[in-house]
């Protein structure tokens, strides 16, 4: 699994300070997606030793790692999740196009499911098909209403 760049930011995760790692070699290929360059099989091998650097730069500075993507080795994004939880005690996110929780959900404090579909819009849209969890507990929260803006009269 590779990734091709990283940020922090503010509005992926709700009340979150998160970095947002962008994975490359997505398979879902869909419509109208905002980053198609990340279809393609390229940049640096995003391992623990690749966390771990960038960890030492900002850990201090976050609330939660965020995994953009991974789709293609589920296993590994658990994988590095895990390590974030056990060694950094961080909030861990996982932004999939998935329509199914992964096999170790509880791995995640976050998990945003289901493909970008044009027609249905993004998470900022009440239209959307897309949902973001919120792990509490044992049971999953759908939080997806924090990026609807109160509509104005």
Request: charged share 25%.
């Amino acid at each position: 699994m590779r990734f091709h760049n990283y940020d922090i930011v503010f509005q992926e995760i709700p009340d979150e300070v998160t970095l947002a790692i962008n994975i490359t070699h997505c398979p879902n290929l869909c419509e109208g997606c905002h980053s198609p360059h990340l279809r393609e099989d390229f940049g640096e091998v995003l391992d623990t030793a690749a966390l771990d650097r960038l960890l030492a730069r900002y850990a201090e500075d976050i609330t939660c790692v965020c995994f953009m993507g991974g789709d293609r080795d589920v296993p590994a994004v658990e994988c590095l999740a895990e390590h974030v939880r056990t060694h950094y005690h961080l909030k861990t996110g996982w932004y999939s196009g998935r329509n199914e929780m992964p096999p170790h959900p509880m791995l995640f404090d976050f998990v945003k499911l289901g493909p970008y579909i044009p027609e249905k819009g993004s998470l900022k849209q009440r239209t959307t098909n897309q949902r973001l969890y919120r792990r509490n507990g044992e049971d999953w929260e759908d939080i997806t209403g924090r990026f609807w803006r109160a509509v104005e009269l």
